[in-house]
């Protein structure tokens, strides 16, 4: 599995930014992909995830401002970012993974190369 973020960037506070990610999966398209983001100093977090269904799910602290969203035939997820803030500066990355059975999110251990935002108050 080969994972390639994009779009990432600098903008002000209360900015957009569109995030693109391009999952390349031999022979197959992804069951359940999501976003996750890393900022300095800290661990790795889960912004949200979308099935084949185009079913999502979010962390609170991006409900109402983010939008996860797929192109299944290309293997693609597009993260749409608005009115963001200073505290969602980080490396954004994405990733493939599966649904366990409590419903959670389980990424694949693959990592590709992410994508910087930073966000200026």
């Known amino acids: 599995v080969q994972l390639q973020a994009s779009g990432g960037g600098w903008v002000q506070a209360g900015g957009s930014l569109r995030l693109s990610c391009v999952a390349s999966v031999l022979g197959r398209s992804a069951e359940v992909m999501g976003w996750h983001r890393q900022a300095p100093g800290k661990g790795r977090e889960l912004v949200a995830f979308i099935d084949r269904g185009s079913r999502s799910n979010y962390v609170a602290s991006v409900k109402g401002r983010f939008t996860i969203s797929r192109d299944g035939a290309k293997n693609t997820i597009y993260l749409q970012m608005n009115d963001l803030k200073p505290a969602d500066s980080a490396v954004y990355s994405c990733?493939?993974?599966?649904?366990?059975?409590?419903?959670?999110?389980?990424?694949?251990?693959?990592w590709g190369l992410g994508t910087l935002v930073t966000v200026s108050s």
């Open positions: 990733s493939v993974g599966r649904i366990s059975g409590d419903g959670d999110y389980r990424p694949y251990d693959f």
